[in-house]
């Protein structure tokens, strides 16, 4: 693994100091011309894809096509911000007009949405491109016009700083204000980062305790800031008896490639199966059993693992049915089973993520004990339901779900999340510090915006979003009425 001495506290202010002093001059670029600069980032790191591959392989221990998938993801991001900044109603422009005769006598008053100012971003280990130095949290907020400070992810140290190096090439190609974008590194740097004076935002991707330890912070600054953290999930999957009955083994193989998808590493790996008792698990078991062995992504993450497994393993509630074997860096799958009643009484245990190759599966008597998971079940990314449509149980299943989850879904699998307008990749806690918001789709550049409203301020002084003339052409909800340019 790369290693490198800290940025110092020197250096880190100097950062800061440049994001800050570039701050008011993105924010103040058009929303087309900042699509510019997205979309010069996202040509550069599609031209240097095939120097960017080898070396996320390397770091991470992805195929090829996984991290060549990965990158045209990530710029693939890029652009669709890019056009949702050029369609202009992220910005919820609305203006109402003076009116003596509303219900209290209305001033004229418009409001539109603003950049927060510099934003550090920590990326996540399990995914170098998509969620790291030049990923969506980044993308979101150089989208919104605020400077980036990303701070490396020490699994693909050498992938960040290359990564880094490229974007801010690309800006600099394109005239984008000095500071927009940097690289910081250690852990003791990213503390200082998130509690310094001039940060206003901070994103991050990654474990619970990590995440927790770092949102303290942001929230104990004598001026709190938001922090947008992706901590953890178990992604639950629920199986009524109909679907079982109809197309048990069908499920079950799918439930297999999901589970093990990326070694078990993907934040929306479904971790816990709930089945009817009377299933029969062979199949399961075999199909985990005959899975190859495949690396997880560095020893820390390994040493997690290990502490997970064998804490779920060593339970007296459970019941290994394949015990997966290490051989060297590489691990195959384990599957351990529970009842209904062992997970409800053992749930904090039971419950816990463990992030690498590792499932569980409880079986329960009457479905409609399902509902009792509420519970148990912290804030979740996502909440599966395999049922039939006359199932009497769907209704109150998929009304559990988005109790629990940013995402519900219906006979389809968690692993895989689009990058589109309707995406929710959020949850109440545990999964998010901020459930009100998600960490992918366009709506994701909401989390760096913040509302202002400007009154009485004569036509020539407004922003051009908020004139009369609209030179801009963005949508605009005015006096209530549907948003149109």
Same mark, same amino acid.
Request: proline fraction near 8%.
């Given at each position: 693994?790369?290693?490198?001495?800290?940025?110092?506290?020197?250096?880190?202010?100097?950062?800061?100091?440049?994001?800050?002093?570039?701050?008011?001059?993105?924010?103040?670029?058009?929303?087309?011309?900042?699509?510019?600069?997205?979309?010069?980032?996202?040509?550069?790191?599609?031209?240097?894809?095939?120097?960017?591959?080898?070396?996320?392989?390397?770091?991470?221990?992805?195929?090829?096509?996984?991290?060549?998938?990965?990158?045209?993801?990530?710029?693939?991001?890029?652009?669709?911000?890019?056009?949702?900044?050029?369609?202009?109603?992220?910005?919820?422009?609305?203006?109402?007009?003076?009116?003596?005769?509303?219900?209290?006598?209305?001033?004229?008053?418009?409001?539109?949405?603003?950049?927060?100012?510099?934003?550090?971003?920590?990326?996540?280990?399990?995914?170098?491109?998509?969620?790291?130095?030049?990923?969506?949290?980044?993308?979101?907020?150089?989208?919104?016009?605020?400077?980036?400070?990303?701070?490396?992810?020490?699994?693909?140290?050498?992938?960040?700083?290359?990564?880094?190096?490229?974007?801010?090439?690309?800006?600099?190609?394109?005239?984008?204000?000095?500071?927009?974008?940097?690289?910081?590194?250690?852990?003791?740097?990213?503390?200082?980062?998130?509690?310094?004076?001039?940060?206003?935002?901070?994103?991050?991707?990654?474990?619970?305790?990590?995440?927790?330890?770092?949102?303290?912070?942001?929230?104990?600054?004598?001026?709190?800031?938001?922090?947008?953290?992706?901590?953890?999930?178990?992604?639950?999957?629920?199986?009524?008896?109909?679907?079982?009955?109809?197309?048990?083994?069908?499920?079950?193989?799918?439930?297999?490639?999901?589970?093990?998808?990326?070694?078990?590493?993907?934040?929306?790996?479904?971790?816990?199966?709930?089945?009817?008792?009377?299933?029969?698990?062979?199949?399961?078991?075999?199909?985990?059993?005959?899975?190859?062995?495949?690396?997880?992504?560095?020893?820390?993450?390994?040493?997690?693992?290990?502490?997970? @497994?064998? &804490? %779920?393993? !060593?339970?007296? =509630?459970?019941? #290994? /049915?394949?015990?997966?074997?290490? $051989? +060297?860096?590489?691990? *195959?799958?384990?599957?351990?089973?529970?009842?209904?009643?062992?997970?409800?009484?053992?749930?904090?245990?039971?419950?816990?993520?463990?992030?690498?190759?590792?499932?569980?599966?409880?079986?329960?008597?009457?479905?409609?004990?399902?509902?009792?998971?509420?519970?148990?079940?912290?804030?979740?990314?996502?909440?599966?339901?395999?049922?039939?449509?006359?199932?009497?149980?769907?209704?109150? @299943?998929? &009304? %559990?779900? !988005?109790?629990? =989850?940013?995402? #519900? /879904?219906?006979?389809?699998?968690? $692993? +895989?999340?689009?990058? *589109?307008?309707?995406?929710?990749?959020?949850?109440?806690?545990?999964?998010?510090?901020?459930?009100?918001?998600?960490?992918?789709?366009?709506?994701?550049?909401?989390?760096?915006?913040?509302?202002?409203?400007?009154?009485?301020?004569?036509?020539?002084?407004?922003?051009?979003?908020?004139?009369?003339?609209?030179?801009?052409?963005?949508?605009?909800?005015?006096?209530?009425?549907?948003?149109?340019?």
């Amino acid at each position: 693994m790369t290693t490198a001495p800290d940025t110092t506290p020197e250096e880190l202010d100097a950062v800061m100091e440049r994001a800050a002093a570039a701050a008011p001059l993105l924010a103040a670029l058009t929303p087309g011309e900042r699509a510019g600069l997205l979309r010069a980032v996202a040509d550069a790191l599609d031209g240097a894809a095939d120097e960017l591959v080898p070396i996320a392989m390397e770091e991470a221990h992805y195929p090829e096509a996984r991290c060549r998938g990965e990158l045209g993801r990530t710029t693939f991001q890029l652009r669709l911000f890019a056009e949702t900044l050029e369609e202009g109603s992220y910005l919820e422009a609305a203006v109402d007009p003076a009116d003596p005769d509303w219900g209290t006598p209305r001033p004229d008053v418009r409001r539109l949405l603003v950049p927060l100012g510099p934003v550090v971003v920590f990326g996540a280990s399990n995914f170098p491109f998509a969620f790291a130095t030049a990923g969506g949290d980044s993308a979101s907020a150089l989208a919104a016009g605020c400077p980036v400070v990303v701070k490396a992810h020490p699994g693909h140290l050498r992938l960040a700083r290359r990564t880094a190096e490229i974007v801010v090439a690309a800006l600099d190609g394109v005239g984008a204000p000095e500071g927009g974008f940097a690289l910081v590194e250690g852990v003791e740097t990213g503390k200082r980062a998130v509690t310094h004076p001039l940060t206003r935002a901070v994103g991050f991707t990654g474990s619970i305790p990590g995440g927790r330890a770092l949102f303290d912070l942001a929230v104990s600054r004598p001026d709190p800031i938001p922090f947008y953290g992706e901590l953890g999930s178990v992604n639950p999957v629920f199986v009524t008896r109909a679907a079982a009955a109809a197309r048990g083994d069908e499920i079950l193989g799918g439930y297999a490639d999901s589970a093990t998808m990326g070694s078990g590493q993907f934040c929306t790996k479904p971790g816990v199966l709930f089945v009817p008792e009377e299933t029969k698990l062979d199949a399961l078991v075999a199909d985990f059993g005959g899975r190859a062995a495949a690396p997880l992504l560095n020893e820390r993450v390994s040493e997690g693992f290990v502490r997970g @497994l064998d &804490a %779920l393993s !060593a339970h007296p =509630a459970t019941e #290994v /049915l394949v015990q997966g074997v290490r $051989t +060297g860096d590489d691990w *195959t799958p384990s599957l351990l089973r529970t009842d209904l009643d062992s997970l409800l009484e053992n749930a904090e245990t039971l419950l816990e993520e463990c992030f690498g190759p590792a499932t569980l599966v409880v079986t329960y008597p009457d479905e409609r004990r399902l509902l009792e998971a509420a519970g148990v079940f912290g804030g979740q990314l996502t909440v599966t339901v395999h049922g039939e449509e006359d199932d009497e149980i769907a209704p109150a @299943l998929l &009304a %559990l779900g !988005a109790s629990l =989850a940013g995402r #519900v /879904l219906w006979n389809s699998w968690p $692993t +895989g999340v689009a990058v *589109t307008h309707a995406m929710t990749h959020g949850g109440p806690y545990p999964a998010t510090t901020a459930p009100l918001h998600t960490s992918v789709g366009t709506t994701a550049v909401r989390r760096f915006l913040r509302p202002v409203t400007y009154q009485s301020v004569p036509q020539s002084l407004l922003p051009r979003e908020l004139r009369d003339d609209n030179p801009l052409g963005v949508p605009r909800r005015v006096n209530g009425a549907a948003p149109s340019a």
